[in-house]
């Protein structure tokens, strides 16, 4: 806890939180007006407000910087009508409804005023967190992922939430959690894995899955765990109240008291503080201290992998990290986590076993595969999942049905837009082939959806490659190699 000399510069940490809420409820009340105004009055205080935002987050980022072991007992008030409007313009403005009904567009007719008496209830602990509703989107596998939708309300208060507490987190999260966090991506995890296999002395992947992860969290150990750092008891009534709205499905709410709502504004950075104390610390310190030789580690969110040097602190490792994620009501899953022989050296050390080529492993959406290059060198490389594919080809047959009787240019329009949004994510080196044929097959499957628009077609193959040439963008690598974005980011 600080000092009271040190509590200046808007009291981001204090002894006593509740002096630092604000103005009274009826003088900001009275401050702010319904959405009266032109545009560009709406665009400075906009502007204004960002500026504000931003500055304030600054000193809360650089706080946390200097203060790593103190507990932040005052951040309540930088729950502003600022920070709420500025939560509201980073919502997504075609999102589903929540249980409320609310939608983005709806709100924002009376902005002022919704957010004005949305403070007013936040500060004076009036506000109350609505069930999420309960939504399923297919999965690869055929499977059904549950997503929970939260009220317009709820959103906007853990996106303010949010945004506070990712200034402290991020001091504390370690370099190799990529998901979820702040100008990192699913390509940076990716590269970082690349590079590391390919400079270090790795011969073996874990290759780890968290069984239900988002519906196994403790939210006691959860809660505990944000106390580390975080002191101020709004903050966590808030974060308890979430937990424990529940879910909203069939008209029936169901409350647990596990679980962190996955598909909820708030439930990533939870997801990464509940990993950071149970794994990554974990992890990095076993690393430190246990390992005999090289270890390298990714994760994003609960996907994780792991190289190792050495089998033997491979399997040490993987016995030990069941056992830790036990004690804190996780399990790995026995099916899809194992460990596979992976690297430089694997192809030669399974030939003398007189096994073959060695195993692949997937990671956000590609196979990695042990390969050589045009000269015979080690070479990681990757391609598209092809369940992923699948899936997504899927999609595209079931739009195309929909679609059947739209004129051919607005057809083609969509499937140039899905499919330079397919290459935007998948179209990294070594991906070639399979973004031909992810091609090919949405030509196919167009031919076979106009065909079917008339009995008499004359819809012949040359003439489908001349009109997928005028609407279906060719393939072309727009990713560079990863050891050299990798050395750009981290130049160290």
Not at 101 to 116: C, K, M, N, S, V
Not at 315 to 326: C, G, I, P, T, V
Not at 456 to 472: F, G, I, P, Q, Y
Request: glycine letters at 6%.
């Amino acid at each position: 806890m600080m000092h009271d000399h040190e509590e200046s510069d808007s009291a981001i940490v204090a002894k006593n939180p509740a002096n630092k809420v604000g103005l009274p409820a009826a003088e900001q009340e009275e401050r702010r007006a319904g959405t009266e105004g032109n545009p560009d009055q709406h665009s400075t205080r906009r502007a204004q407000d960002r500026e504000s935002v931003s500055h304030a987050l600054d000193r809360i980022r650089q706080a946390a910087k200097q203060r790593k072991k103190e507990k932040f007992t005052a951040l309540f008030h930088h729950i502003n009508p600022e920070m709420l409007r500025t939560a509201f313009y980073a919502l997504k403005r075609n999102a589903a409804p929540g249980v409320d009904g609310q939608t983005w567009r709806t709100y924002e007719a009376d902005l002022d005023q919704r957010i004005a008496d949305l403070h007013c209830r936040v500060q004076r602990e009036a506000y109350r967190a609505l069930p999420s509703r309960r939504t399923y989107i297919p999965k690869p596998d055929g499977r059904q992922r549950p997503l929970a939708i939260s009220a317009l309300e709820d959103k906007i208060v853990q996106r303010a939430t949010a945004a506070v507490l990712n200034q402290i987190y991020e001091e504390d999260f370690l370099g190799f959690s990529y998901g979820f966090r702040p100008g990192r991506g699913q390509h940076d995890a990716l590269d970082a894995l690349f590079v590391g296999i390919e400079t270090r002395k790795v011969s073996y992947i874990l290759d780890a899955d968290i069984a239900g992860f988002f519906d196994g969290v403790s939210q006691d150990w959860l809660v505990r765990f944000v106390e580390h750092r975080i002191g101020d008891r709004r903050i966590i009534r808030l974060i308890r109240k979430w937990l424990r709205a529940g879910i909203l499905e069939n008209g029936i709410v169901a409350a647990s008291e596990r679980g962190t709502g996955q598909g909820s504004v708030i439930s990533p950075l939870l997801a990464n503080i509940y990993l950071h104390y149970v794994f990554d610390l974990w992890a990095d310190r076993w690393r430190r201290r246990e390992a005999t030789g090289d270890v390298i580690i990714v994760r994003y969110a609960d996907d994780i992998v792991v190289g190792f040097q050495y089998e033997a602190d491979a399997r040490r490792f993987w016995d030990m990290m069941r056992e830790r994620l036990q004690e804190f009501a996780l399990q790995l899953h026995p099916d899809k986590t194992r460990l596979i022989a992976f690297g430089r050296f694997a192809a030669t050390t399974r030939k003398k076993k007189g096994l073959g080529k060695p195993e692949t492993f997937d990671f956000l959406g590609f196979t990695h595969i042990c390969a050589r290059d045009r000269h015979g060198r080690f070479q990681i490389r990757r391609k598209s999942r092809r369940d992923r594919r699948r899936a997504k080809l899927k999609e595209i047959k079931s739009e195309l049905q929909r679609r059947l009787h739209h004129p051919i240019p607005e057809q083609g329009k969509w499937l140039r837009q899905v499919i330079t949004g397919y290459f935007a994510y998948h179209a990294v080196p070594t991906n070639h082939w399979s973004l031909w044929a992810f091609r090919e097959h949405v030509k196919r499957l167009w031919l076979r959806a106009l065909r079917r628009r008339s009995q008499k077609h004359v819809l012949t193959w040359n003439r489908m490659s001349k009109m997928a040439d005028e609407w279906l963008p060719l393939p072309r690598i727009l990713h560079p190699w990863p050891n050299a974005r990798f050395a750009v980011k981290h130049s160290r």
